[in-house]
């Protein structure tokens, strides 16, 4: 399969966990991007990398969130001391050159904060 | 936040009818793109529009833009059930600006296709 993939599909914790989601974008793409998808509405940007280097973030990504993508190849996506309002749907997605083109979603993580 | 609105929030029709979906933006774009999302999975690229082109075709899918009034729309003729999804316009900043070419989404239109 040579599309997006994120690791875990589904996560529930207790609220004040920490957890991590992983993301191995398209192999030749170079851009990667990070989007959080609340019930209802569109997703929302979070953080994007170019390569290995965190080019943009979102003011939605607080000091609880941090994005790496160490090697240039995955991403890992971690949230500290987990609240019930980080309860969403979190998508990467990765695109393959500098200019505007399309983007190339993973299936998801369905994080649910109890 | 959320770059544009989508109109209608839901729409329900019968097999076989055309279905349409509009999108507002906000700011200057290089391009606009919509996505599919069946329930509770990733998006789907269904067809992208740059800012110089008006209107564009994908087999049952056709787009416009217009610009002046910073709006598109997407058509979806002969609907199949298949076709059931949420469906988002999602615009694509300047080139060269600080956007970083990441895409702002709308809140999305809810289709719903009857057999």
């Known amino acids: 399969d040579t599309g997006v993939s994120q690791n875990p599909r589904h996560k529930i914790t207790k609220r004040g966990q920490n957890v991590t989601f992983r993301c191995d974008p398209i192999s030749e793409h170079n851009r990667l991007y990070w989007y959080r998808q609340t019930l209802g509405q569109g997703p929302e940007f979070l953080t994007y990398f170019q390569n290995e280097a965190q080019l943009e973030k979102s003011r939605l990504l607080s000091d609880r969130f941090s994005a790496e993508r160490p090697k240039g190849s995955f991403s890992t996506l971690e949230i500290q001391r987990t609240e019930q309002g980080d309860s969403a749907m979190y998508l990467c997605?990765?695109?393959?050159?500098?200019?505007?083109?399309?983007?190339?979603f993973g299936q998801g993580t369905r994080l649910t904060v109890v | 936040s959320q770059q544009g609105e989508e109109d209608p929030q839901a729409l329900s029709i019968q097999e076989g009818e055309n279905a349409t979906m509009n999108c507002s933006y906000k700011t200057s774009i290089n391009n606009l793109q919509w996505y599919r999302q069946n329930s509770g999975r990733g998006l789907v690229h269904l067809i992208l529009?740059?800012?110089?082109?008006r209107e564009k075709h994908s087999g049952r899918l056709r787009v416009t833009l217009d610009t002046s009034k910073k709006s598109s729309s997407l058509l979806i003729t002969a609907s199949r059930a298949a076709d059931t999804a949420s469906y988002f316009c999602?615009?694509?900043?300047?080139?060269?600006?600080?956007?970083?070419?990441?895409?702002?989404f709308g809140g999305g239109t809810r289709l719903m296709v009857k057999p």
């Open positions: 999602a615009t694509a900043g300047l080139v060269g600006g600080n956007a970083g070419n990441m895409l702002t």
């Open positions: 997605a990765s695109s393959p050159w500098t200019g505007s083109t399309e983007a190339f």
């Open positions: 529009i740059r800012s110089n082109e």
